[in-house]
Nanobody, 125 residues
Framework: QVQLVESGGGLVQTGGSLSLSCAAS????????VSWHRQAPGKERELIAT???????NYAEAVKDRFTISRDNARYTAYLQMSSLKPEDTAVYYC???????????????????WGKGTLVTVSS
């Protein structure tokens, strides 16, 4: 059974930095694509950063050049480094990992979406 654990949210002042992490655990798992999403109060959830299995990344315009997505394949963990934070970055941040299982040939198959429970980031002005 796959579990995700998010951590790293909190309160920070405008211009500050925070780092979020999202770790998957389970037997013989593998992680393909990872992404981060956020939902601000009264707004819909939005996709802000993705990293494909091959390592290519994409960012929403609102966070480009301020946020960095990364991953540690050996630890099945995704990260979101946030800098130059603004009050409008205040939101609950969710990770999404596509997690599959490795066979005897170490091929990753059956990847499915798993979501973290969310972590609150509050940026004070």
């Amino acid at each position: 059974q796959v579990q995700l654990v998010e951590s790293g949210g909190g309160l920070v002042q405008t211009g500050g930095s925070l780092s979020l992490s999202c770790a998957a655990s389970g037997d013989t798992i593998c992680v393909t694509a990872v992404s981060w999403h956020r939902q601000a109060p009264g707004k819909e959830r939005e996709l802000i950063a993705t990293m494909a299995e091959g390592g290519s990344t994409n960012y929403a315009e609102a966070v480009k050049d301020r946020f960095t997505i990364s991953r540690d394949n050996a630890r099945y963990t995704a990260y979101l480094q946030m800098s130059s934070l603004k009050p409008e970055d205040t939101a609950v941040y969710y990770c999404n990992l596509k997690v599959g299982y490795t066979d005897s040939f170490e091929v990753c198959f059956g990847a499915m979406d798993y979501w973290g429970k969310g972590t609150l980031v509050t940026v004070s002005s």
